[in-house]
């Protein structure tokens, strides 16, 4: 039993979709999230400046008592992970080789989408991982670049014009290609589901980054004996732009409204 927090880190609002999985799975875990606002997006960033800003981004999470970290940003995740490993003394969780695992596991043709940001698709990280996992997949990688502005400016919602529009662009390809498995590469994109969903039609199966990255934690810790053991856990959460925007935001990925503080993200 270890009743330190978990560590969770995103460019913006959308690791709260990760957040909103780990404290279903993990109620009795105490989790501090936070929210890179005032520099999101990370996705059109070269990997230098990304290794910056996650670095940034730990040694603030640095400051509490944590025995996890998830890096909910999927740019990240694809650029940067085996350095923050190597760097880091606690065990962190990405999202791309969980849902790698999903997605081979649940594919029926072998033929998969992936949509993310420019980063992670240039980066290549998914297409080497799915690689190792069944060199037989043919994985579609498309770069979505407005998606994440998008969520973040609250235009995500079916029958808004705009994010329907785009979604339709983006997508046409991966449904011209016959996929039936979509990794959603990218924790802003699960509130895109239902667009995006209606896009690619019901025979194909949206694989959730966050998600799968909420289970691996899970199972680390258990496997580790490091789950906590508390009635209820807590959660708090952190911002590096205006607290009151994020606040609004939040709102919509955790399905209820939560304090949020700003921090100087500069200073560390």
Request: proline share 5%; charged share 25%; net charge negative.
């Amino acid at each position: 039993m270890n009743p330190k927090s978990i560590g969770v880190f995103d460019s913006g609002l959308g690791g709260l979709t990760a957040v909103r999985q780990l404290r279903r799975l993990m109620p009795s875990e105490n989790i501090i999230y936070f929210g890179d606002t005032a520099r999101v997006p990370y996705g059109n960033r070269s990997r230098e400046t990304l290794l910056q800003y996650a670095r940034q981004d730990l040694r603030f999470l640095r400051t509490f008592n944590l025995k996890a970290v998830v890096i909910a940003c999927g740019t990240v995740s694809t650029n940067c992970l085996e350095t923050l490993r190597e760097e880091s003394c606690w065990p962190i969780t990405g999202v791309v080789e969980p849902a790698v695992e999903r997605a081979a596991a649940v594919t029926r043709s072998g033929k998969i989408g992936l949509v993310a940001t420019r980063a992670s698709v240039a980066s290549g990280a998914y297409e080497r991982v799915f690689r190792r996992a069944d060199p037989a997949l043919e994985v579609h990688a498309l770069a979505c670049p407005l998606f994440v502005p998008l969520v973040e400016e609250g235009r995500y919602r079916p029958g808004d014009v705009v994010i329907e529009t785009v979604a339709r662009e983006y997508l046409t390809p991966l449904v011209e290609a016959g996929v039936d498995t979509l990794v959603l590469g990218c924790t802003h994109y699960p509130l895109l589901s239902e667009v995006i969903g209606g896009v690619m039609g019901p025979g194909v199966t949206l694989v959730d980054v966050g998600a799968e990255a909420a289970r691996a934690c899970r199972d680390l810790l258990a496997a580790g004996d490091a789950l906590a053991e508390r009635e209820t856990g807590s959660a708090r959460f952190y911002t590096s732009d205006r607290a009151v925007n994020f606040q609004r935001l939040a709102a919509l990925f955790l399905g209820e409204e939560e304090p949020v503080e700003q921090v100087d993200i500069f200073q560390y």
